[in-house]
């Protein structure tokens, strides 16, 4: 029978990986190497209401409130949406309206911590997990407030509720990160292992799963085997290396690469026997649940050539990003872009006045000369076909960008599978003409729903 370290040499020469998809330049060194540091709190939290997918929280505090750090301040609207905790011990200034990454200004708790204050976490309700129901155990995840912190920041309890009587055969950890410039869970991944597997644990016993993969790309192997050193040898949590591919880090794309199995979009991965989470999500459970401790921080990969102190910094959620980009030395003015998320799937913000939510993986800034030599004039479509051979889902993004420069947006979703288009950015990415293809999408999906909500 195979030992632990034979299957994890195997598995380094038959790695997986999924059809499509693209190899960006990574640009992971910058941070890959720097253990996680903490960053100081600001002077002032603006904490967005609008944390995650789903609906936003509801304020329970007022203008005046004294509020302890870890205290619920803002509760969720239903099932799919999570609270929100104080990330400091302090007073509530005023709940306002502030700009968000998306644009819109949203309702925003201003929160003013006490410098004097020691800043405690205030613990709430210690339990011995093994003996919560599946019931109770999804309940604990929504009450602290966990999203899935790889970027999409699904709020985690919907994921891991299961309707009775599923079989899931796998949990599957998601490692992989391909996103360019960011380490944070590469970094979590080595410095937060214990947990990792504690959660991993935890959530594997509550979907019924027998076996866990946590599947990371092989620009991480470090990791790959500082966790398999960590797991005992009859562990049921495996450690899956993978080719580096963007985007392998959709949960879906993953699926296809570790077991084969293609999941339609719109259609939940429970149903294909399979729970997926990632990996940093799965290490605060680990670190924030059997305390009843909420999410009010997380690691934030903050790097990029306008960085003077790159790194992967504990961040409060709330933090002023302008705030951020000073303590990590980046001076921005006009000439500077500033990208909320990875390269490839997050967005460029209009204005610096707005603060980290829980859904912050990275904040990568751009300087005038990285801006500079990005800016190419767009051409025409040639037809060369590059778009159609990289794209994950298999669309066809050169008739979907024809329709759309025809403004033919429901043609898009009625012929030619918009909606199931998750914006990863490949098709723009080998285009040779420049087309901004995925902007295109995300306006014609813009539209659409706009549309939709006034019928
Ligand atoms: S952005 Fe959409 S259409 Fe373009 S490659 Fe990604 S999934 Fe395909
Ligand atoms: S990659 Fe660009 S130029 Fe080539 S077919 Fe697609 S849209 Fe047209």
Known sequence: MMGRWQKGFLNLFGKKSFSHGIHPPEHKMQTSHLPIRRMAFPPIFHIQLEQHIGKPAIPIVTKGQEVLRGEVIARADGFVSVPIHAPATGIIKEIA?????????????????????????????????????????????????????????????????????????????????????????????????????????????????????????????????????????????EVAVLKTKYPQGADKMLMKALLGREVPAGVRSYKYGVVSNNVGTLAYMGRLLERGEGLIERVITVAGPGVERPGNYIVSIGTPLKYLLEQAGAKVNQAEEVIMGGPMMGHAVASLDIAITKSTSGVIVFDEAAIKSETRKTYPCIKCGECVSVCPIHLNPSMLGQLAAKRQFDVMADKYHLNDCFECGCCTYVCPSNIPLVQYFRVAKAVNREQAAQQ
Do not use: W
Not at 132 to 153: I, P, T
Not at 164 to 182: V, W
């Open 97 to 237: 309206l502030r700009p968000t990454v998306h644009g819109p200004k949203a309702p925003t708790i201003i929160l003013e911590p006490y410098v004097a204050d020691g800043q405690a976490v205030m613990v709430d309700d210690p339990v011995d997990m093994e003996l919560l129901s599946n019931k109770e155990f999804v309940q604990r995840v929504q009450d602290c407030g966990l999203v899935g912190l790889g970027g999409a920041a699904f709020p985690s309890h919907v994921k891991l509720a299961v309707p009775e009587g599923t079989k899931i055969d796998t949990f599957i950890a998601n490692g992989c990160e391909c996103e360019p410039y960011l380490t944070t869970d590469h970094r979590v991944m080595l410095e937060y292992t214990d947990d990792l597997i504690k959660g991993t644990l935890m959530c594997m016993k509550n979907v019924g799963a027998k076996r866990a993969i946590i599947g990371i790309e092989d620009n991480k192997l470090d990791a790959a085997e500082v966790i398999r050193d960590r797991l005992p040898e009859d562990s049921p949590i």
